[in-house]
């Protein structure tokens, strides 16, 4: 089982505030990722890192934002949430192999 | 465009029965195929992956085909637990980055009931 770890694993929160979602992983892995995912759909890559101080934004627009100043921690800031931004948060992390493991995931629900 | 389309898109089969699982992806180029399997509420977990190369492979009672040449995949359960209600993502990469781009399928939705 792999050593990713995501919390909050919920999370309830009125339109306005400030969000950190924090991801850690204890595999010494140089990539880690976010992905966004609604009930149903496929899993859309928001930021991706190489590595630290490397961050980068991926496919799906997202007003979110990112960090990456240790290798094992990777958190994703909602500066101001909306209920659009009501969505699972996935965070992932590859090695050499390319593998990605998941971690279990943020279910968000801004009210 | 590249794209993974799965079918079905739920599916219900009664406890120790098989199923199949199809994948279908225009992805290109090809560097690999993944099934992942992702309970409610959790992140996927690796099923097994296939290179260009590779044909088939097993992991347990899962079973994955590739055929890269109609650009399919399948995913083969044999006699179903209870525990095999998830659904089951098709991820497709390509070799068009370092990044190892994935493009990801909206899953199979499987209920087994007793």
């Known amino acids: 089982e792999a050593d990713i770890y995501q919390t909050p694993r919920y999370l309830v929160i009125g339109t306005g505030k400030k969000i950190t979602l924090e991801c850690s992983q204890t595999?010494?892995?140089?990539?880690m990722y976010w992905y966004q995912q609604d009930p149903g759909m496929e899993l859309h890559l928001i930021h991706y890192s190489y590595g630290v101080n490397s961050t980068e934004k991926g496919d799906l627009s997202s007003e979110s934002t990112v960090s990456r100043i240790r290798t094992e921690h990777f958190p994703l800031t909602l500066e101001s949430a909306r209920p659009s931004h009501t969505s699972q948060y996935l965070c992932?992390?590859?090695?050499?192999?390319?593998?990605?493991?998941f971690g279990p995931g943020t279910r968000l629900t801004v009210t | 465009k590249n794209q993974v389309e799965q079918s079905p898109q739920s599916l219900i089969i009664l406890e120790g029965k098989n199923c199949t699982l199809q994948?279908?992806?225009?992805?290109?180029?090809?560097?690999?195929l993944r099934w992942y399997k992702q309970d409610t509420g959790r992140g996927p977990v690796s099923l097994t992956i296939m290179t260009f190369s590779e044909n088939t492979k097993s992991n347990g009672r899962y079973t994955a085909t590739l055929d890269a040449d109609t650009k399919q995949s399948s995913l083969h359960i044999t006699a179903s637990q209870l525990s095999d209600s998830a659904s089951y993502i098709c991820?497709?990469?390509?070799?068009?980055?370092?990044?190892?781009?994935?493009?990801f399928g909206r899953g199979t939705q499987l209920t087994v009931w007793p």
């Open positions: 992932a992390s590859s090695g050499s192999r390319a593998e990605q493991y």
């Open positions: 595999m010494g892995h140089d990539k």
């Open positions: 991820v497709v990469s390509d070799r068009g980055s370092t990044l190892g781009r994935l493009y």
């Open positions: 994948c279908n992806y225009t992805v290109s180029p090809f560097s690999n």
